[in-house]
């Protein structure tokens, strides 16, 4: 595998878990905390009130926790507010979050949209390989599929193979005329949407 084919499907998975994470962001029935302080309270709370870990998940000294913690320090850095927004929306609601991927993989299923390259076919025919925006309902099992890859920490080809698979079957298989056995190329994502 050259360089770039690597680059490309790890910039493709990372797209993938990032509309993920925005789709999972849309689903919270109550904000997430904003300021510093707050945050940094709710992942002591994570952390079963462990000042020592909770800094050592975000990079910090003990005493940098404690400081955000008594208000003595109000404005973080850069890197650690992008720190704290990513940890704390990654815990926030898990509850909420579990019932949404429950109902995807057993009754809703999941609805993506994309823009990336579609090949179908030979060269010169209209099943030939193009640059597509789509948006497609996937099936529950296909949902399944998905987010169980995702949860089991599969590998960007594993991942990227299974959103494949199910936008084929969703959009090309059988809303695209029914043909089964297509083979369908799925590569260069610009972006990609993701809706519980």
Known sequence: MT?????????????????????????????APKSARAQ??????????STKTLA??????????????SGDSTKPNKRLQEAL???TESEWQPQVRAQ???????????????????????EGTSDAGRVRDISVAVSPSHAAAILAAREDGATESDLHDAVAEAIADAYFRRG?????????????????????
């Open 85 to 87: 927004v990513q940890e």
């Open 100 to 122: 949404a991927r429950q109902r995807a993989a057993s009754s809703g299923g999941l609805v993506i949209s994309c823009r990336a390259y579609f090949g179908l076919g030979p």
């Open 176 to 196: 695209g005329g029914g043909r089964a056995g297509l083979e369908v190329k799925f590569v260069d994502m610009e972006w990609l949407d993701i809706r519980f």
């Open 3 to 31: 360089a770039d084919v690597v680059l490309r499907a790890a910039r493709t998975r990372a797209k993938i878990l990032d509309g993920f994470a925005r789709a999972e962001r849309t689903l919270s029935t109550r904000a």
């Open 40 to 49: 940094m309270k709710f992942l002591r709370t994570r952390e079963e009130g």
């Open 56 to 69: 050592e998940r975000l990079g910090l000294s003990r005493k940098t926790v404690q400081r955000y913690l």
